[in-house]
């Protein structure tokens, strides 16, 4: 009986024990985990930089700027100024033995003219995909117009941008292009005007243009942005390289300011990155983004939004997390840092006004003390001849990004695509594309995590954003970004093999296919233009 109550006994505090030990294990856990959460007492003031607080007033206690990455440390063995493997690979857009001649397909009668849309980069694409709708309509091509009525308002033809005797000379095998609508029984001819779907396949053209072109003789497509399908056969993306690496020239007056913006940057270093930054008003207005500036930001930027009668209501948060909104400045100087470009690196900026003008622009000047524009590296009289137009503005910042050693794109826009492209077609040169969708968590909790945890995330989250080889698989992204039908890659170098990635599947090192990316194209023509440049 005594042992009976002996047990109970022991059995009653045991049932009160186990409760109490699994409450103290509980509040040992979240001790835990709370000071791993915490900020350190220093608040990590590493990444604590100049910025606005809600109220609009700006913390200007710059004090405490050290910078988050010293030049000298090793973040990794890569070389930060090419791209690995880039050696095999190399641009191909020969035509094929089956694609016929011009002068034989082309049919006498029968007229393509095109009036582009948008900014520079977004009238190239119209451009480019305009002589390979002419080709699969056996038309001759006039000569496209430029828009002159859109954003920008440049009044801008494209002779004056463009070399059009060697854009006509260098296409005259694929298709006949001419400089006018010629006279009809001697009278001035107006074609036929008409509308195209946005992304209009080759059976598009031949379906819905080409029975009106047989009737009519000579029809304008109105609004010429993304009027042809992404995937076409590989003949016609190999005319679509041909166009945009080839045959759109600029002028000389601009390739000469160019080419000078170049060499004042190569003698101040060996390499320098190109960065376009993208962080104008009307940017970040269209794009609905916020950035803590408090009511004074979202007044000036909610006055913008307004000129766009069609966008629907703004959710930053949301815009932000879908890549929508370019970085803040001190956002990609920290990323570079993070990347190992040291603050002896040197920064062409290509951009219009800056939104906050010079305070924004502080935290990336002082990571990157060697900072530059087509302002600061030439004078007001070298630029008078190109000023006073948008497209030949924009035209010198593309000579520049397209030469530079190491490319920064801040957003998705044409100007991106377009250089994505061509610096892949020309060596795979590095092209730096922000992973929006993992970088905006990192920033988002940057003071949350150290130093070395923070240069790792970044580093991690950029592998397959950085411009080599094989990082996106053909069905990813625009063709104009991702020209995969011609890239060629050298299967063996002593004999000089080589194949087409367009029908290749050969794999010479791991493939990093990029998942993240968006394939879409905005369908809204408004979101197009201020994407553009």
């Not at 941008?161 to 296409?171: C, G, R």
């Not at 970085?327 to 470009?341: C, Q, W």
């Not at 003390?369 to 948008?390: C, G, I, Q, R, V």
């Not at 989250?461 to 996106?472: A, I, R, S, V």
Request: charged content about 25%; hydrophobic content about 35%.
């Amino acid at each position: 009986m005594a042992s009976s109550r002996r047990r109970h006994h022991f059995f009653t505090r045991g049932r009160w024990l186990i409760p109490a030990i699994t409450v103290a294990s509980v509040f040992l856990l979240l001790f835990f985990f709370l000071s791993i959460l915490a900020p350190s007492p220093n608040g990590n003031r590493i990444f604590l930089l100049p910025r606005r607080d809600s109220s609009g007033e700006n913390d200007d206690a710059i004090e405490d700027f050290p910078l988050p990455v010293p030049a000298k440390e090793k973040v990794s063995k890569r070389d930060m100024w090419s791209s690995r493997n880039s050696n095999l690979f190399y641009g191909c857009s020969d035509a094929s033995n089956k694609f016929r001649k011009a002068q034989d397909i082309t049919h006498p009668n029968r007229y393509l003219l095109i009036v582009t849309s948008g900014g520079l980069n977004q009238q190239r694409t119209g451009i480019t995909d305009a002589v390979v709708a002419a080709r699969i309509l056996n038309a001759t091509l006039v000569v496209p117009k430029l828009d002159k009525s859109s954003y920008w308002k440049d009044s801008s033809v494209f002779s004056d941008i463009f070399d059009v005797d060697w854009f006509i000379k260098y296409l005259a095998k694929d298709v006949t292009v001419v400089k006018e609508l010629p006279l009809r029984k001697g009278q001035i001819w107006l074609p036929y005007r008409m509308r195209v779907p946005r992304k209009c396949s080759d059976r598009c053209y031949i379906h819905r243009v080409l029975p009106v072109l047989k009737k009519k003789h000579a029809v304008q497509i109105m609004k010429f942005d993304y009027r042809l399908a992404n995937s076409l056969d590989t003949d016609f993306q190999k005319l679509r390289c041909r166009v945009n690496y080839h045959a759109l020239k600029f002028v000389d007056p601009i390739l000469r300011m160019g080419e000078k913006l170049v060499q004042r940057m190569r003698m101040k270093s060996k390499h320098f990155i190109a960065l376009h930054l993208r962080f104008e008003p009307d940017m970040l207005a269209f794009s609905g983004c916020y950035y803590g500036g408090g009511d004074k930001e979202r007044e000036e930027l909610g006055k913008i939004r307004k000129k766009w009668r069609t966008l629907p209501e703004s959710h930053p948060d949301k815009a932000r997390r879908h890549e929508r909104c370019p970085m803040t400045p001190e956002e990609v100087g920290l990323m570079l840092r993070s990347l190992g470009y040291g603050e002896d690196v040197h920064i062409y900026v290509a951009s219009g006004e800056i939104y906050g003008g010079n305070e924004t622009l502080t935290p990336l000047k002082a990571l990157f003390p060697n900072f530059y524009t087509k302002d600061t590296l030439a004078s007001k009289d070298e630029l008078e001849p190109f000023s006073a137009f948008s497209s030949r503005m924009a035209a010198l910042d593309f000579i520049v990004c397209d030469e530079s050693d190491v490319f920064v794109a801040n957003n998705h826009g044409n100007m991106a695509k377009i250089l994505a492209g061509r610096r892949r077609y020309f060596g795979h040169k590095p092209t730096i594309r922000p992973n929006g969708r993992k970088l905006f968590r990192v920033f988002l909790n940057k003071n949350y995590m150290s130093h070395k945890e923070f240069v790792y995330r970044i580093n991690k989250y950029q592998k397959g954003f950085m411009g080599g080889p094989k990082e996106m698989s053909p069905t990813w992204g625009v063709f104009h970004e991702n020209p995969y039908s011609c890239i060629c890659e050298k299967v063996d170098n002593s004999i000089g093999g080589e194949v087409s990635n367009s029908t290749s599947h050969v794999e010479t090192f791991t493939r990093v296919t990029n998942t993240n990316y968006d394939p879409d194209t905005p369908d809204d023509p408004e979101v197009d233009v201020l994407l553009s440049d």
